[in-house]
């Protein structure tokens, strides 16, 4: 077959340079913010990913790229960083009570989903993984973080939602009173409520994707009545700290994300640009795991918190500022208009390199009209033409923005 796979992307032209673009800018708020780049393997064990994002969960349940390795080992892609990061952490000992390592990174991420806008089977997710640190600074800052990112890429139309959900105690505790909720209810759930509910794991009953099961939902007791008191504090300073850093934030008591290993703070930014995104697109998700190390090394416990986004949900809600920008990286496209010039059209060009240019020689014995059609679609920013009056040294140089074209000698640009 001579097709992509379905839910994967190509990348080039204008759209290879705009990602390109995005990269960067994520990066330099990464180091703005003291992290540092990790790159992991695409493939892991399977089991990392059920221990650590948990077996139930729709992830790794149902969307898992998974396949038995030539020696019948459980493999599989990445879904998603979290994990994969702190298992480099551990096994290359860069985490202990002193070591508080702070991670970025930019990978594609695996997911078996139906493909629709902003969803992808492969996609790029943009994360930062913060070891070590229960301060709830760090939970506000990395919130800043992500806001930073959306400021940068002038998206406006988002909300931030927030939500504690408590150590594991509270959500033990939690969990018995919800299934009290949802036990003469059963019939009423879509038949992956009910899957949840006879998992034992019910408070993943919550990432129902059915308007009828988060109907009934809307009546079940809360987690925010289960916090212990310690939770309870934390959310409440953290709260204030966002307020008196005067950001927006949604209090969303049903907010427990997809994934098994969160505690305490999670947050999502949640697109509210229908046209871009369709309703209710997450773009950014994360929040506090300080358990996660400890069950990879229970000789460890680590603080943890962390965020990721989805590239190409990052790029669909910056659309317009994207389009914004002028992608013109190339400097100079040389056009000859005869072989008999191409020599002269490599000088240069090398020359022109050497001084720290992007240049394009266009060697091919084409006539001098499609070149220049050529020169203007490659989004050059000038165009030099070599003919006849370079054997009196003499070249034509025209500035494809303003369409200005001038004569000028050679040894002007050598
Ligand atoms: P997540 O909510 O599963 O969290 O994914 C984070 C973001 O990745 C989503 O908000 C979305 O923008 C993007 N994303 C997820 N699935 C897809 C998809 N199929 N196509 C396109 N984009 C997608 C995590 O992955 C956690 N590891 C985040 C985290 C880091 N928590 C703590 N540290």
Known sequence: MNAKIKGTKDYFGINGEKINIVFSILEDIAKQYSYGKIITPTLEYTDLFSRVIGSETEVVNKEMYTFLDKKNRSISLRPEGTAATARAAIENKLIDNNNKPSFYYISSMFRYERPQKGRQREFFQFGIE????????????????????????????????????????????????????????????????????????????????????????????????????????????????????????????SLVRGL????????????????????????????????LVNKLDNSKNIPSVGFALGVERLMLASKDYLESLNFGNLDYYIATTNEEYNLLGLSIATNLRNKGNNVLVDYENKKLSKKIELASKSLANNLIIIGEESKDGIISIKDLKSGKQKQINIKEIQ
């Not at 309703?279 to 300080?290: A, L, M």
């Open 130 to 253: 913060n070891f070590g640190n229960d301060n709830e600074y760090v939970d506000v800052e990395i919130i800043l973080m992500a806001i930073d990112i959306l400021k940068r890429l002038k998206v406006k139309k988002y909300e931030l939602q927030i939500n504690s959900i408590g150590d594991s105690n509270s959500r033990k505790e939690y969990n018995k009173s919800l299934r009290r909720f949802v036990e003469n209810k059963i019939d009423l759930f879509s038949e992956y409520a009910k899957e949840k509910i006879n998992s034992g794991n019910l408070l993943r009953i919550f990432d129902s994707k059915k308007e009828s099961d988060l109907k009934i939902l809307n009546n079940a007791p809360k987690i925010k009545d289960f916090l212990s008191e310690k939770s309870k504090k934390r959310f409440e300073r953290i709260k204030k700290i966002l307020e008196l850093n005067n950001i927006n934030y949604i209090e969303n008591n």
């Open 260 to 291: 098994d290993y969160y505690n305490d703070l999670v947050f999502e930014f949640v697109s509210t640009d229908i046209e871009k995104l369709g309703s209710k697109s997450t773009i950014i998700g994360g929040g506090r795991y300080d358990e």
